[in-house]
């Protein structure tokens, strides 16, 4: 039995060591100290100037999308059919429109063409996901967003050190958005975080962080004006946002600073055995031509060419009685425009329209890809995709 979990031993002892160890010595257990020091840290990993740790990725798209439509005002937000349901509910919760496109098979990510044919005179954002590790970003669609005045945002939960135009994801649009959930790249157990280099969207998510108040805002300059512009509010309770209250913890942070020092090379071997899978597989049933350049990757992808219902079938029983956990349609469910949600509110979509991402959704499924994944448990997730 192959016996191949979606995820292995993310939470190391030594972080439960770490974490006991702080416990012991501090009185401080929320949002403090060690959250500023992980958010300073992170930000001089990813390469931006800002970053605000939040407790869920989820929470950091709500967050996003909240502050673009506070900033900019509300409007078209352009959005894939694969990525994860909060992309989208973030959107319509901000009270934004999105516009859904399809995917391109070279890196499962919003098609290029496609974003650029919806730009129109309402489009606020691009809110592009980079999907499970691969980089979803061209340098031509960078620069004819930019061209038109078009706010990217990238959602780079699934893809932790991925690489796209020589830079990491997530330092290329005008925000970005990370999860630190327990299967991904690296985990505070839950968490996430909003980064920018833009100063004033980095006050709106500290303030959105914190049921929208005036005093998380660190522009002193700003906070006196607004104090004195409202006298007769107490100046330790004037809510500027409507905001929430997403905040994390100490205890998530210094879990968070302690896995920042393993995550490069983590990527490595992530990296390593997808490019091991990729080799492997039998690429005349398997999509194998991703575009990996740069990636990093999340988990390792099982796409059929062909709309091989039968096969597929196979395959996922097969898996079952391997033990190979898997999760069908990519991490985000597969066409996001099949789902409930959806179709309730814009009954017009038509979901097969999403050609690539319907593919996807019947015919592609993902496995566990964890660092101490075996180079033998590859080959034989290989030898028994090839011939089933
Ligand atoms: C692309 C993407 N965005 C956002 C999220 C939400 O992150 P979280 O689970 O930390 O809320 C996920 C989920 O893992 C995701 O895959």
Same mark, same amino acid.
């Given at each position: ?65 909240? *502050?673009?439509?506070?900033?900019? *005002?509300?409007?078209? /937000? ?96 005008? @925000? ?12 505070? #157990?839950? *968490?996430?975080? /909003? ?57 998530? @942070? ?44 999340? @988990?390792? #992808? ?34 996001? @425009? ?7 509110? $814009? ?7 999403? /050609? ?9 499924? $993902?496995?566990?890809? $964890? ?8 080959? *034989?997730?290989?030898? #028994?995709?090839?011939?089933?």
């Amino acid at each position: 039995m192959l016996n191949i979990p979606l995820m292995s031993n993310n939470i190391s002892r030594e972080d439960v060591e770490v974490l006991i160890g702080f416990l012991r010595g501090t009185d401080r257990f929320t949002n403090g100290p060690k959250v500023r020091e992980f958010e300073k840290a992170w930000s001089e990993w990813l390469g931006v100037k800002y970053s605000v740790f939040v407790n869920s990725g989820a929470s950091a798209n709500f967050m996003t999308m909240a *502050g673009i439509a506070e900033l900019y *005002g509300k409007g078209e /937000v352009i959005v894939p059919t694969i990525s994860w349901v909060s992309d989208i509910s973030s959107v319509i919760a901000a009270g934004h429109t999105p516009v859904f496109v399809d995917v391109s098979m070279k890196n499962l990510a919003m098609s290029e063409e496609a974003v650029l044919k919806n730009i129109t005179g309402n489009t606020k954002a691009v809110f592009l996901t980079h999907v499970l590790g691969l980089n979803g970003l061209s340098g031509h669609l960078t620069a004819e967003l930019k061209k038109r005045g078009v706010l990217l945002i990238e959602d780079v939960c699934e893809s932790h050190g991925t690489m796209t135009q020589g830079k990491k994801a997530g330092t290329v649009g005008f @925000a970005s958005n990370f999860s630190f959930y327990y299967a991904h790249h690296m985990s505070t #157990i839950e *968490g996430g975080v /909003v980064c920018t280099d833009d100063e004033d969207f980095y006050q709106m998510m500290r303030m959105y962080r914190s049921h929208g108040m005036l005093r998380e805002n660190d522009d002193g300059g700003y906070k006196k004006r607004m104090q004195e512009a409202y006298p007769d509010l107490n100046p330790e309770f004037i809510f500027m946002v409507p905001g929430y209250n997403m905040r994390s913890t100490e205890l998530n @942070a210094v879990i968070g600073l302690n896995q920042l020092g393993r995550l490069d090379g983590q990527v490595k071997k992530r990296q390593e055995n997808f490019a091991a899978f990729l080799d492997g597989l039998d690429s005349r049933r398997y999509y194998t031509d991703f575009d990996t350049e740069g990636n990093s990757n999340y @988990a390792l #992808i099982v796409l059929l060419r062909d709309k091989d219902p039968e096969l597929f079938k196979r395959i996922s029983s097969r898996l079952s009685e391997e033990k190979v956990e898997f999760r069908r349609g990519t991490a985000g469910g597969g066409n996001l @425009a099949r789902q409930p949600f959806l179709r309730k509110r $814009y009954p017009q979509i038509k979901p097969e329209e999403y /050609v690539n991402a319907d593919h996807i959704h019947f015919y592609g499924m $993902y496995t566990g890809n $964890y660092p101490g994944l075996e180079r033998e448990k590859i080959r *034989g997730l290989c030898r #028994i995709l090839n011939t089933l």
